[in-house]
């Protein structure tokens, strides 16, 4: 019990430090570029006081649980003796079909439970005047990411070169930013930001190092990074192709019924 208060006091000063910058720029504009009060002060500070104590608390379960689980998943589901190989033996990249299926898995969940991809599903649909689904979109993220994790595990089981898969997923969101809808370009871009957040980019991470760290011939500070880059790409792709799919079957939809008409 005293460790963990111990522990919690130097967390919460160094969350304090970290956030104390932003308070200052808000309070500056505040009270010097815009010459007005502080609205609610009270509020503010309670809340203030809440964010610095619920990050303080989030840092710390990140250290005890999610990095560990993550590289601990990794390394027992790529493990000599549980693929079925000798130590040191040759291993085909087929026998990490479950790190595949588990990095999908756990790519799908976390987006789905990310704060900042519920925060801008609501104001899309708010914008959108429900025209964007928040489940759908919430769920075409989640696909995204959930492919890119299991692309990004094959590319570090293989060892093949990073840029490969960015470059080609780059040139692939060019061109289907050339033939998506225009009004859901942006939250297209936006979708692949916002999946790198609280929830995801912990367990990712810990994934990709724990991954690189069992693989024989990988290393973990060559290897094990990227995975949070697949994760940022690939929900662009999906919502862009989700987004021409909704416009085709709305094209269609108006074809038929000016037939019908007829």
């Given at each position: 019990m005293i460790d963990f208060v111990i522990g919690f006091v130097l967390v919460f000063f160094s969350t304090l430090r970290d956030v104390l910058p932003i308070l200052v720029v808000i309070i500056f504009f505040q009270i010097v570029v815009l010459k007005q009060?502080?609205?609610h002060l009270k509020k503010v500070i309670l809340g203030g006081v809440y964010v610095v104590i619920g990050l303080s608390l989030f840092l710390m379960g990140l250290e005890k649980a999610l990095f560990p689980v993550g590289q601990i998943m990794?390394?027992?589901?790529?493990?000599?003796?549980?693929?079925?190989?000798?130590?040191?033996?040759?291993?085909?990249?087929r026998s990490y079909y479950w790190i595949y299926i588990f990095a999908a898995l756990i790519g799908?969940?976390?987006t789905i439970a990310e704060p900042s991809l519920i925060a801008v599903e609501i104001k899309a649909d708010e914008v959108s005047a429900g025209t964007i689904s928040q489940i759908g979109l919430r769920v075409t993220v989640a696909l995204g990411v959930a492919f890119a994790l299991a692309l990004g595990t094959f590319r570090i089981v293989t060892g093949t070169s990073l840029f490969v898969y960015i470059m080609a997923g780059y040139i692939m969101v060019i061109i289907q930013t050339f033939f998506a809808p225009k009004k859901l370009i942006a939250l297209a871009y936006d979708s692949g930001g916002v999946t790198t957040s609280t929830v995801t980019v912990p367990l990712v991470a810990a994934l990709g190092l724990g991954l690189s760290s069992s693989v024989p011939g990988r290393n973990p500070a060559i290897d094990g990074f990227g995975l949070i880059a697949f994760a940022s790409l690939f929900p662009i792709i999906t919502v862009l192709g989700y987004a021409q799919i909704m416009e085709l079957k709305t094209r269609l939809f108006k074809l038929k019924t000016k037939k019908d008409e007829i």
């Open positions: 009060p502080i609205p990794a390394t027992q589901l790529s493990d000599p003796e549980f693929l079925g190989t000798t130590l040191g033996g040759s291993t085909n990249w799908f969940c976390t």
